[in-house]
Structure formats: structure tokens, C-alpha cells
């Protein structure tokens, strides 16, 4: 039985030999008597560097050693178990114990055959380190302490040795696990995709699409003189290639500085244009974002910021339709991808809310972060809406987005038409009452005006509450969304003909009377305006 005990070897640079143990194959072989000259070996190798080491000279150790001890390590030394040398120094010696005497002329014959081939590839490594800036790391290897050197008292310097191995371990553990890569920082899986078995059907398509909407999805805080504002999501729609300049669709809440009010009918909103907007980058970094422009009613804003590297654009989509499969993607305060599944609705919004939206249905206990200006995509990856409200889960369609972002880029506002009314559309009616319409009145369609603002022209023409617009320029009319898409074509063609904002204009609608069973068509003389329509509630004395 060999009585051995394997130690660590000495590798550069010191005292980094306990974090790895013995190589397989190369064996230290130490009698069991002596632990202590071993520990004296051991720590006197950790002390020299690897480049230095010469051949090792007979110690007081072997002068101590009994003759059976000597002639048992010279036969050692005869097997080649003891030699244990890296240097060019003891190749020779080394290849003479494995393999016999050093034949000099085999050798000079083997390096000729193969003198040009070992050249080429000295030349390719070479070149290939050049070319590589890399620098391969250690190893991560646990420390340890032999079972002979386990006594802290006897051995204190090996101990020592031990506690600065273990600390350096743990650094470089630590490390190597704060990496994005490492299962210990992989979060539980939010995402509906992950954890939502009911998606199957569509679970690949769907990771598809989101992973490419993301690319264009960014997050943005901002705050008023050091006091935190408010988080939203928006995304890129413009890279300027010489000024290194990017565009940025976001909500008009970025900079909404007071909100005292829910109904966005009574215009007492204020929004901080100097408000700092700070742009959150997807590789972690930051910019300052710089105001361009913000229109009220469809609470939408656009900045600019400094960008290097060309971004990434998203796809729009104006089809958009009931029950569709559709995704909200935002992004988190670690900037980390917020995926929520649902459903588009549409229905009649409240009385404090605005007309153009429709609405996204969830799950309850989906995960939901502030991704106001976020997107809503749908399963090819192309967005058709922007969230407005996080809570409300309303959003702006595409239909409106895209000719509001036309509108902005090519005359710089988004001019929108005042009508001074409020609607309900009668197709998002329950079927019951929309049958009984046509069964009174022979109409199955159009807009229900729900208030008519104090003043406006519409008021001035009779228009009243209860009554139905059926067509708006000669066009059959069937929803709000169909309106706002109206309206903003209108206001296109009137900045074409060289006009500005403020101007007044004249449209014709189509207006049924129920209460006098009357139809007719009206014009209205209305205002081009890029503030959020304001409608006035009618009061009057009795007396």
C-alpha cells in the first residue's frame, strides 16, 4: 500500500496553488512520516515563480533520510513519478525517463519532416493572438487543505495561505455570478409567455414578435427641478445618421407636471416643457432627452435624443380588431422586458375619457409595470397601439398614430378639428337596444351625441344631446375611432393648401332628429387646433 498523501503543485501566481487540486496524472508522492518537511516543500515552491524554478538540489532532507528511504525515492526517480518540471530545462530529462536516452539525430530528422507545417502554425497562433485581445482566465476552483495539514496550530502559514485563497475564491465567484448569464441572476419568469399554458397555440409566434418589437421599445423618467415626475415607454420612430439624433414616441404624461381632475374634457392639465427627461438606453445607459413637441388630446409627446449607433424602427399596423391576440410590452426600472398577454376591446369610453381609444384586456394576475407610451403589438411583431393609461389599459390605435406622427413630422403640430360635441358610437351598443333603434327609427348606425359643448356652433345650429350624426362629409360614420381618422385627414388636407392652425373651417354632417324623427344636414364653421378639445357644460339661471 502507498502511503501518500496528494498535494497541490505550485502554479503562479503565489498562493493561488490551493484553489485547484492535484492535475490528474502527475503525482506528488510524500512519505507518510513526514507531513511537516511536505508542508515546508509545499510552501517554499508557492514562494518562487514557475519562470525560476531549477533543478532541485539534495536537501538536508535526503541527508536525514534512512537508506531504505533513499534507495526507495531513487527508484522512484527511475519509474519518473517524482519528476515534476515544466521547464524547457528538464524536457530532455524528462523525455530520457519515459522514453529512453535522447536520440539527437531522430529528433533533427522529425523537426526537418515537419519544420515547415510546425512554422505555418506558429505563424497562424501568432497571428490569431494578435488579432485577440482575450486573455484566458484561471480556472474557478474551490481551495482546499490536505486531511496531514488540517491542524490550524501547527500549520499556521498554510492556514493562512487558506483564508487568502478562500477569500480570492469567493471574489471571483462572486463575479462570475453577477453576469447576466448565470442562473443566479435569471428572475422567476413574469412573463405571460413563460408561465401561461393557455398560450401554447401561439407561444412561438408570439416570442417572435415580441423579441422583435422590443428592439425598439425604451424606457424615460423624468423630474422637475430634482423631484422624481413620473416612468414611461416609448419607442424610436426616428435616427438622424449625421447628427446621431433619435426620435422618440412616448405619452404626454412624461412632462404632465398636474392632473387634478379625471375628466379630460375640462382641459385643467398642466404639462412642464422644461421638464429633464432622462432616456433610458437598452445597453444600460443614459441620455438627456430634449423636448420637440406634445399635443394634448391625444396626449402624445415626441424628444430627441443623442444617440451613436443607428436604432431600431417599429411596424405599424392600423388594422386592429375586437377579441385580436395582443401583446403590451414595457420595460421595468431595471430596463428589463415587461410582456403582458390580452385581448383588444372596444367599447363606448367613460364620460371623463376621451373617444379615440380602445382598450386592452387582461388577466388579473398579470404582472403590470408603469408602460404608459409602451406598445401594444400584435403576433407579426407590428404595433397597433400605443397604451395611454396603464391603469385604464386604453390606447391610442395605429390608425390615429400614424397620421398624427405624419402630420408632426411633415408641418410640425398635430392639428385636429374642435367639433364641440361628445359621442357614443351605436355599433358598441348592446344589440338589444341597437335592434329597437332600427325598429323605431329605421337607423342601425352612426354616432349618439351623448354633450354638446356650451357656445360651439353645434349648439348654435340645434344640435342636442340625444341626437345621431350619420354622416361626416358625405361619409357614412360608424365609430369614434372612424371620426378621429376623419378629422385628421381633414386637418392634412387643409396645412396642404397652405393654411394654419387657429384658422376656422366649414364640414357637413348628417344629423337625425329622433325626438322630431328629422333628418337633415348641417355645416359647421370649426376650429383647427392643436390643444386638447375642451367641451364647456351648459348652465343657465332659472330666474
Not at 428572475?187 to 405571460?192: F, G, M, P, V
Not at 385643467?268 to 437598452?282: F, G, P, Q, S
Not at 435624443?305 to 426600472?333: I, K, T
Request: glycine share 6%; charged share 30%; net charge negative.
Amino acid at each position: 500500500m502507498s502511503h501518500a498523501r496528494h498535494l497541490p503543485q505550485p502554479i503562479a501566481p503565489p498562493r493561488t496553488l490551493l484553489l485547484a487540486p492535484p492535475r490528474p496524472g502527475r503525482r506528488t508522492i510524500r512519505p507518510l512520516d513526514q507531513p511537516e518537511r511536505a508542508a515546508e516543500r509545499w510552501l517554499a515552491a508557492d514562494s518562487r515563480a514557475p519562470e525560476k524554478m531549477t533543478k532541485p538540489e539534495r536537501t538536508r532532507d535526503d541527508a536525514d533520510a534512512t537508506e531504505p528511504e533513499r534507495e526507495a525515492k531513487k527508484k522512484r526517480n527511475s519509474l519518473g513519478e517524482e519528476l515534476e518540471v515544466d521547464t524547457p530545462l528538464y524536457d530532455r530529462a524528462a523525455h530520457q525517463l519515459r522514453c529512453g536516452p535522447y536520440d539527437q539525430d531522430a529528433s533533427s530528422s522529425v523537426t526537418e519532416a515537419n519544420g515547415a507545417r510546425v512554422e505555418e502554425m506558429t505563424k497562424e497562433e501568432e497571428e490569431e493572438e494578435d488579432l485577440s485581445s482575450f486573455t484566458p482566465k484561471s480556472p474557478i476552483r474551490k481551495p482546499y487543505i490536505p486531511d496531514e495539514l488540517s491542524d490550524p496550530t501547527v500549520y499556521p502559514e498554510i492556514h493562512a495561505a487558506f483564508e487568502d485563497a478562500q477569500a480570492k475564491y469567493i471574489e471571483k465567484l462572486c463575479r462570475r455570478t453577477a453576469l447576466f448569464t448565470s442562473k443566479y441572476r435569471r428572475k422567476e419568469a413574469r412573463s405571460c409567455l413563460f408561465n401561461h399554458e393557455h398560450l401554447h397555440p401561439i407561444r412561438e409566434a408570439a416570442k417572435r414578435a415580441v423579441l422583435h418589437a422590443a428592439k425598439s421599445v425604451i424606457r424615460l423618467s423624468s423630474s422637475v427641478e430634482g423631484e422624481p415626475l413620473t416612468n414611461c415607454c416609448g419607442l424610436w420612430i426616428d435616427w438622424d445618421r449625421e447628427s446621431k439624433t433619435g426620435t422618440i414616441l412616448t405619452t404626454a404624461h412624461l412632462i404632465r407636471s398636474k392632473h387634478p381632475v379625471e375628466d379630460h374634457w375640462i382641459g385643467r392639465d398642466e404639462y412642464d416643457i422644461k421638464a429633464n427627461v432622462t432616456v433610458h438606453l437598452r445597453d444600460g445607459t443614459t441620455a438627456e432627452g430634449h423636448y420637440l413637441y406634445h399635443q394634448e388630446h391625444y396626449d402624445l409627446a415626441f424628444f430627441k435624443v443623442r444617440v451613436d449607433e443607428q436604432v431600431q424602427f417599429p411596424y405599424f399596423n392600423g388594422n386592429v380588431h375586437c377579441g385580436q391576440d395582443v401583446f403590451r410590452l414595457g420595460r421595468d426600472q431595471s430596463m428589463d422586458l415587461r410582456i403582458t398577454h390580452g385581448r383588444v376591446e372596444y367599447w363606448n369610453p367613460a364620460s371623463v375619457e376621451r373617444y379615440h381609444y380602445m382598450y386592452f384586456l387582461h388577466e388579473q394576475d398579470d404582472y403590470l409595470c408603469d408602460d404608459d407610451g409602451g406598445p401594444v403589438i400584435d403576433l407579426e411583431g407590428k404595433v397597433v397601439g400605443l397604451i395611454n393609461n396603464h391603469l385604464s389599459a386604453s390606447f391610442v390605435p395605429s390608425s390615429i398614430l400614424e397620421k398624427c406622427v405624419g402630420l408632426w413630422t411633415k408641418f410640425g403640430c398635430i392639428p385636429r378639428l374642435h367639433l364641440g360635441m361628445r359621442f357614443d358610437s351605436m355599433r358598441l351598443l348592446d344589440p338589444i337596444n341597437v335592434e329597437k333603434m332600427w325598429r323605431m327609427h329605421n337607423i342601425e348606425d352612426g354616432l349618439i351625441v351623448e354633450e354638446v359643448s356650451k357656445d360651439s356652433h353645434a349648439e348654435k345650429r340645434g344640435i342636442c344631446f340625444g341626437d345621431i350624426i350619420e354622416c361626416f362629409n358625405g361619409k357614412r360614420i360608424s365609430t369614434t375611432i372612424e371620426l378621429e381618422n376623419m378629422l385628421l385627414v381633414r386637418c392634412k388636407d387643409h396645412f396642404d393648401q397652405g393654411n394654419k392652425l387657429n384658422a376656422k373651417i366649414n364640414v357637413s354632417i348628417q344629423v337625425f332628429h329622433p325626438e322630431e324623427r328629422l333628418r337633415r344636414t348641417i355645416n359647421l364653421n370649426v376650429e383647427v387646433s392643436d390643444h386638447g378639445e375642451i367641451i364647456t357644460k351648459g348652465k343657465h339661471l332659472p330666474f
